[in-house]
């Protein structure tokens, strides 16, 4: 087994096809930018009226070291190769903050080149809610549709806390360094609750929201978002630093009638010879939860988790339990994301179990995996999935370790942040051992 580049392919190998794809123009054009009035003037659709189809925005926080590596020219120039495949009722929009001032690109099936539809005049934090709500609601105002995609493409490693005050590497979705250096990840992120607050504020719902970031797939992240969009699409481990395949994925997944295609698709790309110098030996887990039902799965939960062994125990054992994060100080202590289907094979009675699997199976409509995926933090550390019993969707448990630990990550203690979460109040951990030690603790203080 290969030993994973963990930054060298996507850095070189990616870069020197986008210029032959697109050219050295375009690879500029793509820092600097445009300026005259007519690439500054959005196009409106006749009469303001709705366009049929759907409008995709790709919100690139790239002023991080994945912009520093030149990721986002890379995917950009796939996005600017894959617009051949852009339908007429169709539109895409990326925002794009990276060293340079804040824009948004629009890309036409017709033109080669993305064209800048809007450009700010000063640098601005794309990880405050705020700025995401004011470019969600200028993209629903100027290029309204009959339904709207997101992909939110960054750092990210889902429901946990973010970690603003520190400004360590840890972090929720997103980095935003400001005018310090790209290379040290030290920035503002977005709380996923403040994400699911400012799409409201934006005034939109998503047909789907992918996230291409790593360990976004996660049952606390889903339920956060379950009513801003119809599909979470994500991954519940370390994503392999290349991303999605954005060309495949223009052809098939973005605009696709069925969005859980772009789950097919960059399995397809990951285990595909032709792109190993992208993905190298990464692997991949990746699926698509329908959040409708969440609720009804949170109540099933609230229903089982009383007696289950997480009631009977203090610390619920977890031991041999699939996980997608390696438990290490060298993640700065971030949870193991145990499968959550894994989890409750091991947790509930058979009877609850049955009852939790069906559930299970009719909220992620679409699940992929590879065989084995890096898990890190060697080069050569893999983790095995365990194909008749995952699920791809990832849910914390609590564990006694995570507390010890707590003075040694930024983070803090990842109990006592998991019993804020939207999740822990609807899914009825606080009626466990763990859960009524922890209220009891509390209401000591």
């Known amino acids: 087994m290969s030993r994973p580049s963990l930054y060298f392919p996507k850095v070189v190998f990616r ?37 049929e189809g759907r409008t995709v925005l790709v919100y690139m926080c790239a002023q991080n070291s ?6 986002h020219r890379s995917d950009s120039a796939e996005l600017a190769e894959g617009r051949k495949f852009l339908a007429d009722e169709d539109r895409l929009l990326v925002f794009l903050d990276d060293g340079g001032k804040p824009r948004i690109y629009l890309f036409t099936r017709d033109e080669k080149h993305p064209r800048v539809v809007r450009r700010w005049t000063e640098d601005i934090c794309s990880t405050k809610p705020e700025t995401f709500a004011e470019v969600l609601n200028w993209t629903r105002e100027n290029y309204p549709s009959r339904e709207y995609g997101l992909v939110m493409w960054s750092h990210a490693d889902g429901w946990l806390p973010a970690t603003d005050r520190n400004y360590v590497r840890p972090y929720s979705f997103g980095i935003d360094t400001g005018s310090s250096s790209m290379r040290g990840d030290k920035g503002p992120q977005m709380d996923v609750r403040d994400m699911a607050r400012a799409i ?42 290349a991303g999605a395949f954005y060309t495949h994925q223009m052809q098939n997944g973005l605009f696709a009638a069925d969005p859980t295609e772009i789950v ?38 609230a229903e089982v988790l009383p007696r289950s062994e997480a009631a009977r125990e203090l610390w619920p054992d977890v031991s ?9 100080s ?24 049955a009852r939790m699997d069906r559930l299970l199976d009719e909220i992620i409509v679409r699940k992929e995996a590879t065989d084995y995926f890096w898990i890190g ?25 995570y507390g010890g630990n707590s003075r040694f990550t930024p983070l803090g203690d990842l109990n006592e942040a998991f019993r804020h979460t939207e999740w822990y109040e609807a899914a009825g951990w606080k009626h466990t051992r763990w859960g009524r030690n922890t209220e009891s603790a509390k209401d000591m203080l």
């Not at 994945?66 to 990721?71: S, Y």
């Not at 041999?320 to 290490?328: E, L, N």
Request: proline fraction near 4%.
């Open 66 to 71: 994945l912009g520093a590596d030149l990721r």
């Open 200 to 241: 409201v504020a934006g005034g939109m719902h998503f047909r789907y929201i992918f996230f291409d970031a790593c360990l976004m797939q996660n049952i606390e992240t889903c339920y956060a978002l379950r009513g801003v969009t119809d599909y979470v699409i994500a991954s519940p481990m370390s994503i392999p630093a």
């Open 377 to 401: 933090p060697g080069y050569w550390t893999y983790g095995t999935v365990d194909k008749e019993h995952y699920c791809g969707l990832s849910m914390f448990v609590p564990q006694e370790v």
């Open 264 to 301: 097919g698709t960059y399995w397809q790309d990951v285990t595909d010879e032709v792109l190993w110098n992208d993905y190298d030996d990464y692997g991949i887990v990746i699926s698509a939860v329908r959040t409708r039902r969440l609720e009804e799965l949170a109540a099933l939960m």
């Open 330 to 353: 060298s993640y700065f202590y971030r949870p193991h994301n145990y499968d959550m289907r894994d989890a409750m094979r091991r947790l509930l009675s058979a009877g609850d179990y």
């Open 320 to 328: 041999g339990v699939q996980y997608y994060q390696a438990y290490t």
């Open 15 to 51: 870069f020197f096809a986008s210029v032959v794809q697109t050219g050295l123009l375009f690879i500029f054009g793509l820092v600097t930018g445009c300026s005259s009035e007519d690439e500054m003037s959005p196009v409106r659709p006749p009469s303001g009226d709705f366009v």
